[in-house]
């Protein structure tokens, strides 16, 4: 009887291990935070005039980081961890994938607000705060499904600085300081799993 739960517990071992095994997300969530960080800091030159000031550059600097983190995507395989690897990965990339679609989402709920109210100004200064929520709640799950405390904090982090920047509303420094938390909540981070994934 007692190897026979010795064998229970070994197999419990190996499943919790297999769920929890190192996250293989760290990739995309470095270009993410590395490419959208750019272009905040593309828009702040915009609003300061260093940069031809329309809502088309606008366009084009947000799209142009979306376009580039797509092809980076394709070519990196971002979305192979929702059909292999660990059970905490698989969890993991599917969180992250419901957190961009929910920024996609949003960012189209505000371009039809904005087309009703004939301004967009208002509403934009949300855009950062709420997507830094979202990501918060990516790194949250992340840290249950890995075992990784040290993602709560910065999970915890997202949740603080959104209030924080919202604070900002109306300023340029705003943007600095959206691209500032995308490289330390979203680069950052992503430069040490890919690390601890290479160790």
Do not use: H
């Amino acid at each position: 009887m007692s190897n026979l739960q010795s064998d229970i517990d070994y197999m419990k071992s190996l499943a919790e291990a297999g769920g929890r095994g190192p996250l293989k997300n760290g990739a995309t969530l470095f270009w993410a935070g590395l490419l959208y960080g750019a272009a905040a800091i593309a828009q702040y030159a915009m609003i300061m005039g260093w940069l031809p000031k329309s809502s088309g550059m606008s366009a084009f600097i947000w799209l142009g980081a979306s376009v580039l983190f797509g092809i980076l995507a394709t070519v990196f395989g971002f979305n192979r961890l929702r059909v292999r690897g660990s059970v905490g990965n698989r969890a993991t990339a599917s969180a992250w994938s419901a957190v961009g679609l929910g920024i996609v989402a949003f960012i189209v709920c505000i371009a039809v607000i904005a087309n009703i109210y004939k301004t967009v100004e208002p509403m934009s200064y949300l855009i950062a705060p709420v997507i830094l929520l979202m990501y918060g709640m990516g790194w949250w799950v992340s840290a249950l499904m890995s075992g990784q405390g040290w993602l709560k904090m910065v999970s915890l982090g997202c949740f603080l600085a959104a209030p924080a920047i919202s604070l900002l509303a109306g300023q340029p420094i705003q943007m600095l300081a959206y691209a500032g938390c995308l490289f330390l909540f979203a680069m950052v981070p992503g430069i040490v799993l890919m690390r601890a994934e290479k160790a």
